[in-house]
């Protein structure tokens, strides 16, 4: 079964780290990137960055640039975005999505992230 | 940034209706365009890509058209199922950006 499958709700302090994992099963890993999307409570969506499967090549949105870092692991076909120095404003799901870099066509299930002292 | 504006940000029809959406980008974009559906606690879901091409497995009443600067997504006939808030998304440019979103309801 095609399908990216992501960590659990997690709950952290101002100015912790938070790294959420995607795990792709179904399709060949490497032959697509993955996108990371976040959505605040009520929100629309923001594009947080992309990062290629195949070769590690990132892009991250200006805004988050020096804060947030993508990763994978092709052994287990597992991609990661970790985020550091998190504010309340950082509350929001996050999600992984796979496709080309502009086009997310297979979405995992969304990751809840709250910030709160 | 490419700023991407819909319109209608919400909008109310029958069941059968005809349902348009329009998403006008900031500068020209092509037809580097796609379009979500996302149902209530759900994820987003590809329905349309490069502006007019339908995603494997979405049924055929759902359609989109443009280039440039103007595009326009379509319900030919709405049905009880299609409840969601639908987001247009640009990827011309870097960064990916998302219109604000136009939530359909059932009159």
């Known amino acids: 079964q095609v399908q990216l499958v992501q960590s659990g709700a997690e709950v952290k302090k101002p100015g912790a780290s938070v790294k959420v994992s995607c795990k792709a099963s179904?399709?060949?890993?490497?032959?697509?990137?993955i996108s990371w999307v976040r959505q605040a409570p009520g929100q629309g969506l923001e594009w947080m960055g992309w990062?290629?499967?195949?070769?590690?090549?990132?892009n991250y949105a200006q805004k988050l640039q020096g804060r947030v870092t993508m990763t994978t692991d092709t052994s287990t076909s597992t991609a990661y975005m970790e985020l550091r120095s998190l504010r309340s404003d950082d509350t929001a799901v996050y999600y992984c999505?796979?496709?080309?870099?502009?086009?997310?066509?297979?979405w995992g299930q969304g990751t809840l992230v709250t910030v709160s002292s | 940034d490419i700023q991407m504006t819909q319109s209608p940000s919400s909008l109310s029809a029958s069941v059968g209706d005809r349902v348009t959406i329009t998403c006008q980008a900031s500068?020209?974009?092509?037809?580097?365009l796609n379009w979500y559906q996302q149902k209530p606690g759900k994820a987003p879901k590809l329905l349309i890509y490069?502006?007019?091409n339908l995603e494997t497995g979405v049924p055929s009443r759902f359609s989109g058209s443009g280039s440039g600067t103007d595009f326009t997504f379509t319900i030919s006939s709405l049905q009880p199922e299609d409840i969601a808030t639908y987001y247009c998304?640009?990827?011309?440019?870097?960064?990916?950006?998302f219109g604000q979103g136009t939530k359909v309801e059932i009159k």
């Open positions: 999505a796979a496709g080309g870099s502009g086009l997310m066509r297979l």
């Open positions: 500068q020209d974009i092509s037809n580097y």
């Open positions: 990062i290629s499967a195949y070769n590690g090549n990132t």
């Open positions: 998304q640009q990827y011309d440019n870097l960064p990916r950006t």
């Open positions: 179904g399709y060949t890993f490497t032959s697509y990137g």
């Open positions: 490069d502006a007019s």
